[in-house]
């Protein structure tokens, strides 16, 4: 079975940083997208930054310039560098990946990790 397994969630100082890992197991025939969300208490989930099978990237608007996101092919694993941390990046962080899971049914299924706890103090 496909497994996405997040590490690396920490309290740190605001100004700190922190470098998520999301590393995915199974098997898997082609990976369309992989991407980290956050949730903070009372807030919606929220897509923080992607990054396609091409290599592209996006970040939602409050991170940019903060937050790096890339990925290992050959382990499989995604990552996200985070610095200069804020009190608002505070929240948990999930991995959530889009995968053809068989040789046969090309349609993506979705996956999420089992997230990971950034809490960012001032």
């Known amino acids: 079975q496909v497994q996405l397994v997040e590490s690396g969630g920490d309290v740190v100082q605001a100004g700190g940083s922190l470098r998520l890992s999301c590393a995915a197991s199974?098997?898997?025939?082609?990976?369309?997208?992989m991407g980290w969300y956050r949730q903070a208490p009372g807030k919606q989930r929220e897509l923080v930054a992607a990054i396609s099978s091409g290599g592209s990237t996006n970040y939602v608007d409050s991170v940019k310039g903060r937050f790096t996101i890339s990925s290992d092919n050959a382990k499989r694993t995604v990552y996200l560098q985070m610095n200069s941390l804020k009190p608002e990046d505070t929240g948990i962080y999930y991995c959530?990946?889009?995968?053809?899971?068989?040789?046969?049914?090309?349609?993506?299924?979705?996956?999420w990790g089992q997230g990971t706890q950034v809490t960012v103090s001032s």
């Open positions: 959530n990946a889009h995968l053809i899971v068989s040789s046969t049914d090309w349609t993506p299924r979705d996956y």
């Open positions: 199974g098997t898997i025939f082609s990976i369309h997208f």
